[in-house]
């Protein structure tokens, strides 16, 4: 078979079961219960083994195989899943990983996984001391029959709780059938027992290990059932839960979906196409664009009424192909949002801290383009977050916080951009100790840093090799990222904002388009050019006479809703000559954002809102600061499109 030309494809597909052996550890070591997530770790170890054997992947077949291995004795209830076992089958997906990276190069040959095979091989032989049966939970759930659930439901709206019971005997325990009658005895004294596992038969019968689950409906508190069956003898260990009734009706919603409905679920219908192609299908129809815009020309001098119907149509049909075109260039936001939740597991681990992370609008969609760029940065902001945001445990639980921090990762769309935020609910930055960093690397002057406001203080932090971090470690503090990181997000045209609380924690947003194919700008007129600045950029549109402008240390400016607003004239940073009597004529100027400053551009004209395919300058002049790029007009002239975080 010829490797190559299906390499592509392994490569994706195998990212693609990568990423839900990731994720369904990560619900797994959650919920050790859930024989339904196991299975799908199975499933997807099962199919990379076939798919890595059949390319000739040798060493990623075999790996894979002990993995699913183990899973399989999982499965089969002869393995018990533990801790070790979670991190040896982590510790096997990062293999993974590496291994699908390296066949992408060719060389997987460089990869050792003999360690990881044999440490595998080691819990299936049973060679691995896992913890003594009384400190783990049996793989038992209460499952429950209709009438039972009313009967539950009925009892929790009258005022009851409903719980379930986890009772674990000590190891030695010689008369368990005795045991649990004293159990069950204090239990129906507290409430009104609904179903055990084991059955109440074989608990009496000593038909099972040394642990029981009891369901039962009851006004008493969680303490009252822990107090009375912790004084019976040979009781090691009691745990009480009381269960969400919304995850006990889907429960039941699986367990008896029928199977004429399940086979009405299909999956859904996709096909792989390289991101090549779809850009070449975009410069196409953006080719169509321009020929419309010309047609539409050609319509108004010729005047023909059936050639302007035609015009109008073929207008439509070609907006509707470049809406289609851009839809298919869109992916969620969770291709890159999926991977977070191991990383924060990982470094909240080596770190000795407890983090939560929250994702929200993971289905928010973004450009391919777009999302491949910013997985890195918004790691970086991650690593800081849990590294040097997040407490520990006991320095939080002293200052009156709880004791496990949180990082919420959230994207949503406004407008023609998606705005993603990382919220900690950390220490926040220490504004005199950013001062102090910035003096000391002699990044600024004295009397510079005392004339910023904080928020420009906070900007301080996105400055080549600068760190607020007392000591180096492999997670941040090296002096490098949060420069990479803004280089990065302003090079694809959007910009990160960072607003801190000391003591609170902070927020770091990000603003990107929503594509780089297409946006939307406002047409400018320069002397005899014109000029297409990013929508996205302008706050407003004023009109102001020249004696408003005003001078402050040299500096035009003019007044804004009580804000101070630094003044640019367009022509002169772009050298383009002057059409306009500044001195008589009004001016217009467009407001322009970065960030959070609002800088006025002088500009000769304004023409109108238009979406614009960007084209690339090429080489030679695509290093030129201030252009972004350029698009083509209906006329057939060609417009530069302004980068204005360069401009201002």
């Known amino acids: 078979m010829e490797v190559s030309q299906y390499l592509s494809v392994f490569i994706d597909e195998s990212q693609e079961h990568l990423l839900t052996l990731n994720q369904s550890l990560l619900e797994l070591e959650h919920d050790p219960e859930n024989s339904a997530v196991l299975d799908k770790i199975f499933r997807a170890a099962h199919t990379l083994k076939g798919a890595a054997a059949t390319m000739g992947f040798n060493k990623m077949s075999n790996l894979t195989h002990a993995m699913e291995d183990v899973l399989s004795k999982l499965r089969a209830k002869d393995l018990e899943l533990s801790s070790e076992i979670i991190n040896a089958l982590f510790e096997s997906v990062d293999l993974l990983e590496i291994l699908a990276t390296k066949i992408g190069e060719g060389i997987e040959e460089d990869i050792e996984i003999t360690g990881a095979v044999q440490g595998l091989r080691r819990f299936v032989a049973g060679d ?12 038992l759930q209460l499952r429950f029959t209709d009438s039972e659930r009313e009967q539950i439901n009925g009892a929790i709206a009258s005022g009851s709780k409903f719980y379930h019971i986890h009772v674990s005997l000590v190891e030695n325990c010689l008369l368990k059938g005795a045991r649990v009658f004293m159990v069950l005895r204090e239990i129906e004294r507290l409430g009104t027992i609904i179903r055990s596992i084991p059955t109440v038969k074989d608990l009496e019968d000593e038909s099972f290990e040394l642990q029981f689950i009891v369901g039962v409906i009851s006004t008493n508190w969680v303490d009252d059932f822990v107090k009375a069956i912790t004084n019976i003898m040979d009781v090691d260990k009691v745990v009480v839960e009381e269960p969400k009734i919304e ?9 008896e979906t029928p199977e004429h409905e399940k086979a009405k679920i299909s999956p859904q219908q996709t096909v792989r196409v390289e991101i090549k192609k779809l850009d070449d299908l975009m410069n196409l129809v953006a080719e169509l664009v ?3 815009s010309r047609l539409e020309a050609l319509g108004t001098t010729i005047g023909s009424r059936d050639l302007n119907e035609v015009v109008e149509q073929f207008g439509r049909l070609t907006l509707d192909l470049r809406d289609s075109v851009m839809r298919a260039r869109m992916v969620p936001v969770d291709t890159v949002f999926s991977r977070f939740p191991r990383l924060v597991r ?4 080596e770190l000795g801290k407890e983090i939560e992370l929250e994702i929200h609008g993971a289905e928010t969609e973004l450009d391919r383009t777009v ?4 997985g890195d940065p918004l790691v970086h902001i991650i690593r800081n977050a849990v590294d040097h945001g997040i407490e520990t445990a006991e320095e939080r639980e002293r200052n009156n916080k709880p004791a496990k921090g949180k990082v919420v990762l959230d994207a949503y769309q406004e407008g023609s951009s998606v705005i993603i935020t990382i919220r900690d609910d950390g220490k926040g930055f220490n504004i005199q ?8 690397a002699g990044l600024l002057s004295v009397e510079a840093l005392n004339e910023m406001r904080d928020q420009d203080v906070l900007e301080i932090t996105f400055l080549p090799g600068f760190s607020t971090s007392d000591t ?7 002096g490098v990222g949060m420069d990479v990181v803004k280089s990065k997000i302003d090079s694809l045209g959007g910009f990160v904002q960072i607003d801190s609380v000391y003591g609170e924690g902070s927020l770091i947003t990000i603003r990107l388009p929503l594509t780089l194919a297409i946006i939307q700008t406002l047409m ?7 000029y297409a600045i990013p929508s996205s950029y302008v706050e407003q549109i004023v009109s102001l006479k020249p004696s408003e402008i005003k001078r402050i240390n040299k500096q035009e400016v003019i007044m804004l809703r009580g804000e101070v607003v630094p003044l640019l004239r367009l022509q002169d940073v772009l050298g383009t000559p002057d059409a306009i009597n500044y001195q008589l004529d009004d001016l217009d100027v467009v407001i322009i954002r970065t960030g959070d400053r609002l800088i006025g551009c002088i500009v000769d004209s304004l023409l109108r809102q238009q979406d614009v395919v960007i084209k690339s300058l090429g080489g030679y002049l695509g290093s030129i600061k201030g252009i972004a790029g350029a698009t083509i007009l209906g006329d057939g002239r060609v417009a530069l499109i302004l980068d204005m975080r360069a401009v201002a």
């Open 433 to 440: 100790k950013v001062k102090e960093k910035a003096l000391k």
């Open 472 to 478: 180096v470690t492999n997670i941040s503090g090296r």
């Open 247 to 255: 995850q006990m009706l889907i429960e039941k919603r699986v367990l």
């Open 290 to 292: 321009i020929g419309r």
């Open 128 to 139: 691995i001391v896992q913890q003594p049966q009384s400190e783990r939970r049996q793989n």
């Open 524 to 530: 400018i007129q320069l002397g005899k050019e014109v």
């Open 371 to 374: 999302i491949d760029e910013i």
């Open 346 to 349: 990982d470094l909240s681990r």
